[in-house]
């Protein structure tokens, strides 16, 4: 029965994910990303690689869900409908297709566009668009996992205030994680060996969430935007490293 609570990982690797938890769980909330991205890192070598996608978006699930309630009263709600209409069509799409999109080449795309995002003007309809992000980050998701950093670059260019941001950002991925997490219960993972472990998981995040809430309150608006950007720059372009290193090893692997 207590092999439900580790899902059978055994106890080191499981409290070695909830420990994670707690810390990707501040991370995010005192700077609104990079949490989910550290998350799938540590996923990506210690879960089996059926369940990875999923066992990931039902974590990050229970971790938004928690930073939407603390931080509730901050949500901007205007990009919310849109980015939903958007959200919906992504994951319908992505959930519908049977070949694999090429990680590699996602990883470029995404690190290019999150560099992109903090280093160059956003083009009106990007910014204004939650339809489009919405749509883009949420068909990824079904494929990549950490599409965070996508909605972060959508969510900074509306220029909120720290708060605003954390919050607008904790509510779209809410979202999308809920629509993936359904999408893949509809094609058949079988989440039930991992319940105990994620609540596990879930809980040890949101006593993270509350710490990185403290934290929050301590910086300023300059330096938090500072922070952010560099937060994205060094996702964007491990990224970039991995999808690049990805690309150059497939030669060698055929070989």
């Known amino acids: 029965m207590i ?4 899902a059978g990982l055994g106890w080191p ?3 070695m994910i909830i420990a994670l938890s707690f810390v990707t769980s501040l991370i995010t909330a005192a700077f609104g990303i990079g949490g989910g991205a550290v998350m799938l890192a540590a ?11 999923p066992v990931h978006g039902i974590v990050q699930f229970g971790s938004n869900v928690g930073r939407f309630i603390i931080f509730r009263a901050d949500i901007r709600c205007q ?3 849109p980015f939903a209409i958007g959200a919906l ?3 319908a799409t992505g959930g519908a297709l049977v070949v694999q999109l090429d990680a590699a080449i996602i990883e470029l ?4 566009f999150i560099l992109w995002s903090v280093y160059a003007p956003m083009p009106r309809f990007m910014t204004r668009s939650g339809l489009v992000s919405g749509a883009v980050s949420s068909f990824l998701t079904m494929f990549f996992g950490g599409t965070g950093p996508f909605v972060a670059a959508f969510v900074r260019a509306q220029r909120y205030d720290r708060m605003g ?10 979202l999308q994680h809920l629509l993936k997490t359904l999408t893949f219960g509809f094609l058949g993972f079988a989440f039930s060996q991992w319940l105990g472990f994620v609540a596990l998981v879930i809980a040890a995040g949101f006593l993270g969430t509350l710490a990185g809430r403290k934290v929050l309150f301590r910086i300023d608006e300059r330096r938090f935007t500072q922070i952010l950007g560099a937060i994205l720059t060094i996702l964007a372009l491990r990224l970039i490293y991995s999808g690049v290193t990805g690309l ?3 030669p060698q692997e055929g070989g």
């Open 248 to 250: 150059m090893g497939r």
């Open 165 to 174: 941001h954390v919050a607008t950002q904790a509510t779209l991925m809410t």
């Open 43 to 53: 996923m990506a070598s210690l879960l089996p690689p059926a369940a990875i996608i």
């Open 13 to 15: 690797i499981a409290l």
């Open 109 to 112: 795309a995404v690190g290019a």
């Open 79 to 81: 990009v919310f409908a």
């Open 89 to 91: 069509a992504g994951v």
């Open 3 to 6: 092999d439900i609570l580790h």
